[in-house]
């Protein structure tokens, strides 16, 4: 089973490709989409929708997995988040790829044990868990890698 983890965001979209491993899952792939910020959101959200539809379409995943979106200030930036979610689950559904949703609390719960934990024990429990070399930068990148962990965690 191989699951894509996303993190979405207009300027940057973390994801992380996983497979479920006999023992432990495997990464297949990781990153972040990262657009410019002189670029208009039309053409951001348009970048972002071909470069993830090119993944879906590479790794063919029983599951795409986004973070819930939770804002309680900026209301403009939570505007221009929802777009680029909107922009994945279309993707997803085009493809008729199964969407599973967490909120960073249940991420974070899953993969360091504390719903609290910060960026840097994310990071570095990414690196542990799947035995990468180095931590996953930036931190949208491992955001990406423990939502996609966490379906694993949670279809066991």
């Known amino acids: 089973m191989i699951v894509i983890g996303i993190d979405p965001g207009v300027a940057r979209t973390g994801y992380g ?4 491993g006999s023992r432990y899952p495997v990464p297949l792939d990781y ?5 410019a910020a002189d ?18 379409d590479e790794y063919e995943p029983a599951w795409v997995v986004l973070e819930k979106l939770f804002f309680s200030k900026n ?3 939570a ?3 929802s777009e680029a979610r909107g922009i994945l ?4 559904e085009q493809r008729k790829i199964p969407i ?5 609390n249940q991420i974070k719960q899953a993969v360091t044990g504390s719903g609290r934990a910060d960026k840097h024990q994310v990071q570095e429990m990414m690196r542990r868990l799947l035995r990468l070399r180095e931590v996953p930068q930036p931190d ?3 955001d990406g890698l423990a939502v996609a962990l966490c379906h694993i965690n949670m279809v066991r």
Do not use: H, N, W
Request: hydrophobic letters at 40%; a neutral charge; charged letters at 25%.
């Open 79 to 81: 505007m221009r988040v």
């Open 39 to 56: 670029r208009s959101q039309p053409e951001r959200l348009l970048e972002i929708y071909e470069r993830v539809s090119a993944l879906f």
């Open 75 to 77: 209301v403009t930036t």
């Open 140 to 142: 949208d990148t491992a």
């Open 89 to 92: 689950l279309l993707a997803a």
């Open 100 to 104: 599973a949703e967490y909120t960073p």
């Open 17 to 20: 490709v996983l497979r479920k």
């Open 31 to 35: 990153g972040c989409i990262e657009t």
